[in-house]
């Protein structure tokens, strides 16, 4: 009577043992139904695999980075630091994988330029996802890598404090031979970007922050660049930015051969 009595006991116990594990693990999956992807454990990265790159990989431009992943709304955030531990690029892109079904999917973001990358140096490149609920980073890749010295290099224009008005200096970016280009390089300029080391020696931009380029025209030694509005409207008192301007726009076009004349239209 007693065996029969423990017997049911112990029979009891591991039914609530049972339902307790089982209902661990749909509460498990009904938290993972709503788009998340199981996490890494242990630090390993199990969700992001990266496939073009390996550590200390001297790199030329454009970069192509290549793997797949299982991540939050496909989204995947690409940081590159200079070797200051500074960054100077993010990014965020879309990975083509199926989040409902949990499956990995393949993803390839090309960089044909690395603002603030000197070429021979190395820089770091981290790619992650980030949860949700706290902006914390998953799936943290981190991976050294060193820039091509054959890669072209090439001045963008910005005055300094302290600078004459017609006088500005060249920062130099880095680019792929085929995309160091006078529209790459106006691109550059008009977007503004500033490393923070380069803004603590007190660069800056005399551009409007809201313009953006339509077109650029080589012709007879001519580059005409089309903006989408007209930058000099309301500085008819102000000719020292005016110069400012005209000097950064020309000064970054003038470096490339050819071009001896700059028109700037809108």
Request: charged share 25%.
């Amino acid at each position: 009577m007693r065996n029969r009595y423990f017997f049911y006991t112990l029979l009891i116990f591991l039914l609530i043992l049972s339902i307790s594990f089982l209902g661990a693990y749909f509460y498990l999956e009904l938290k993972s139904s709503d788009g998340l992807p199981p996490l890494s454990k242990n630090g390993s990265v199990s969700n992001i695999k990266l496939q073009s790159l390996e550590p200390n990989q001297i790199i030329s431009l454009p970069l192509e980075i290549k793997g797949e992943a299982r991540v939050l709304g496909n989204v995947l955030n690409i940081e590159i630091k200079d070797n200051q531990d500074e960054v100077i690029f993010k990014d965020i892109f879309l990975a083509k994988s199926d989040n409902p079904e949990r499956k990995f999917g393949d993803f390839l973001y090309s960089l044909g330029a690395i603002p603030g990358a000197v070429a021979g140096e190395k820089i770091t490149l981290n790619l992650f996802w980030e949860h949700p609920k706290d902006n914390s980073r998953q799936d943290f890749i981190s991976l050294p890598l060193i820039v091509n010295e054959t890669n072209s290099e090439f001045g963008v224009f910005f005055p300094k404090k302290g600078s004459a008005c017609s006088e500005t200096f060249p920062l130099y970016r880095t680019f792929s031979q085929n995309e160091a280009t006078p529209t790459k390089a106006i691109s550059f300029l008009i977007s503004g970007y500033l490393s923070k080391k380069e803004i603590a020696s007190e660069f800056y931009s005399n551009l409007p922050k809201d313009i953006r380029l339509i077109y650029l025209d080589l012709k007879d030694n001519t580059a005409t660049i089309s903006l989408n509005k007209d930058i000099f409207l309301g500085l008819e008192d102000d000719s020292c930015r005016v110069s400012s301007i005209h000097s950064q726009i020309e000064n970054t076009l003038f470096q490339f051969e050819g071009i001896k004349k700059v028109v700037i239209t809108h």
